[in-house]
Nanobody
Framework: QVQLVESGGGLVQPGGSLRLSCAAS????????MRWYRQAPGKERELVAA???????NYADSVKGRFTISRDNAKNTVYLQMKSLKPEDTAVYYC???????????????WGQGTQVTVSS
């Protein structure tokens, strides 16, 4: 069974940095796009950044120039490097990936359990 496990969240002061990781495990054949979403209290979940298997990226306007998404295909892992963090970046961050495993003939979307990021002084 495929699982996505995030790590790296925590409490950081405004202007600080954090690096999130998300590792996929299970009987994986291939992973297409990998993404980071976030959901703040009382708000809808929003796409933060996405990366294709080949490394093409796109970002929400609110994080451009501050966040960098990357991946290690050999480790089935996606990262989110966050710099110049602001209080409005406070949210639960979720990993999402399109994964094909040995039980299916197509890619399905999987979600991680989420990791809390709090930006506060």
């Amino acid at each position: 069974q495929v699982q996505l496990v995030e790590s790296g969240g925590g409490l950081v002061q405004p202007g600080g940095s954090l690096r999130l990781s998300c590792a996929a495990s299970g009987s994986i054949i291939s992973i297409n796009a990998m993404r980071w979403y976030r959901q703040a209290p009382g708000k809808e979940r929003e796409l933060v950044a996405a990366i294709t298997y080949g490394g093409s990226t796109n970002y929400a306007d609110s994080v451009k120039g501050r966040f960098t998404i990357s991946r290690d295909n050999a480790k089935n892992t996606v990262y989110l490097q966050m710099k110049s963090l602001k209080p409005e970046d406070t949210a639960v961050y979720y990993c999402n990936a399109d994964i094909r495993d040995y039980d299916t003939d197509y890619h399905l979307a999987y979600w991680g359990q989420g990791t809390q990021v709090t930006v506060s002084s």
